[in-house]
Nanobody, 124 residues
Framework: QVQLVESGGGLVQAGGSLRLSCAAS????????MGWFRQAPGKEREFVAA????????YYADSVKGRFTISRDNAKNTVYLQMDSLKPEDTAVYYC?????????????????WGQGTQVTVSS
């Protein structure tokens, strides 16, 4: 069992930056690939970024490539999402998730554990 708690969301102006954190409980955190997803009002939850269990492989949605960076610290049981050059369309609730697969992947069905989400609002 893995429990996930996100933090770091907030209100920021367009062009600004935020860093989200996701703290995981459980001794097996390092064996899970981790992902970030987001859900805007009235829209489906969509993939943002993912990272392999070792941190050696990452994968990004085209909409955030070059602006967002996912990383992890297995010693701290934490995964991060650095978000730069934020746009109003990045406004959403951001969720972290854990997948038992070793490789990063974008399919929601591959993730077994989810956090409660953190709100990110980007004003124009």
């Amino acid at each position: 069992q893995v429990q996930l708690v996100e933090s770091g969301g907030g209100l920021v102006q367009a062009g600004g930056s935020l860093r989200l954190s996701c703290a995981a409980s459980g001794r097996t955190f390092s064996s899970y690939a981790m992902g970030w997803f987001r859900q805007a009002p009235g829209k489906e939850r969509e993939f943002v970024a993912a990272i392999s269990w070792s941190g050696g492989s990452t994968y990004y949605a085209d909409s955030v490539k070059g602006r967002f960076t996912i990383s992890r610290d297995n010693a701290k049981n934490t995964v991060y999402l650095q978000m730069d050059s934020l746009k109003p369309e990045d406004t959403a609730v951001y969720y972290c998730a854990a997948s038992p697969l070793a490789r990063p992947n974008q399919s929601r069905e591959e993730y077994d554990y989810w956090g409660q989400g953190t709100q990110v609002t980007v004003s124009s």
